[in-house]
């Protein structure tokens, strides 16, 4: 299942590809890419698991940078 987020306060251009590197290696996720300069993100990711990685997706982006959320 592959969908498209809106990020909100994203601030950091390096911040945004330690998400994405990140957001890669979760297990259940094909694919990801985090845009810094559109502030989307786009994942691909098993649909049986879908909730379970966006939760640990945000969890990733709150430690790497705390005020960035992701809207659902």
Same mark, same amino acid.
């Given at each position: 299942?592959?969908?498209? *987020?809106?990020?909100?306060? &994203?601030?950091?251009?390096?911040?945004?590809?330690?998400?994405? +590197?990140?957001?890669?290696?979760? !297990?259940?996720?094909?694919?990801?890419?985090?845009? *810094?300069?559109?502030?989307? &993100?786009?994942?691909?990711?098993?649909?049986?698991?879908?909730? +379970?990685?966006?939760?640990?997706? !945000?969890?990733?982006?709150?430690?790497?940078?705390?005020?960035?959320?992701?809207?659902?």
């Amino acid at each position: 299942m592959k969908k498209r *987020f809106q990020m909100k306060d &994203l601030e950091c251009a390096n911040c945004a590809a330690k998400m994405e +590197a990140a957001i890669c290696k979760l !297990e259940g996720v094909h694919s990801a890419t985090m845009s *810094f300069m559109t502030q989307k &993100l786009t994942i691909d990711a098993d649909e049986s698991q879908f909730d +379970a990685i966006m939760d640990q997706v !945000e969890a990733i982006c709150r430690k790497i940078e705390p005020h960035c959320t992701v809207k659902r």
